[in-house]
C-alpha cells in the first residue's frame, strides 16, 4: 500500500520549535515533488513549504526563515523543522507527493501553538 504518515506534531508554546516528518512507505518518493501544507481551522488548505526531486526548496512568506524543509530519499522521508513558532502557526499539517498527475496525501498531524 502507498501511503504517506506524518508525525512530530503537537502542542508547543510560542517560540517553541517542532520537527515534523513524513515517512512514504510502498514505493519510492525519490521522483516525486513533496510538499508540507496547513489547514488552519475554518481556513482552507495552504502550502507551508515544498521540495523538489532535485532539492530546491521554496517556502510560504509567513515561514520564510522560521522553516526549513528537507528530504532524505534513503529513508523515504520529508522533514519539516519549524523554528519559532507563532499562533498563527496552529493547524493541521498535511504531507503531499506530486509527480506528474498523480498526487498522495497524508492524514495530517496537528500543530498546536500556544501564546
Known amino acids: 500500500q502507498v501511503q504517506l504518515v506524518e508525525s512530530g506534531g503537537g502542542l508547543v508554546q510560542a517560540g517553541g520549535s517542532l520537527r515534523l516528518s513524513c515517512a512514504g512507505s510502498g514505493r519510492s518518493f525519490s521522483i516525486f515533488g513533496m510538499g508540507w501544507y496547513r489547514q488552519a481551522p475554518g481556513k482552507q488548505r495552504e502550502l507551508v513549504a515544498g521540495i523538489t526531486s532535485g532539492g530546491t526548496t521554496n517556502y510560504a512568506d509567513s515561514a520564510k526563515g522560521r522553516f526549513t524543509i528537507s528530504r532524505d530519499n534513503a529513508k523515504n522521508t520529508v522533514y519539516l523543522q519549524m523554528n519559532s513558532l507563532k499562533p498563527e502557526d496552529t493547524g493541521v499539517y498535511y504531507c503531499?507527493?506530486?509527480?506528474?498527475?498523480?498526487?498522495?496525501w497524508g492524514q495530517g498531524t496537528q500543530v498546536t501553538v500556544s501564546s
Open positions: 503531499n507527493a506530486v509527480v506528474r498527475e498523480f498526487s498522495l
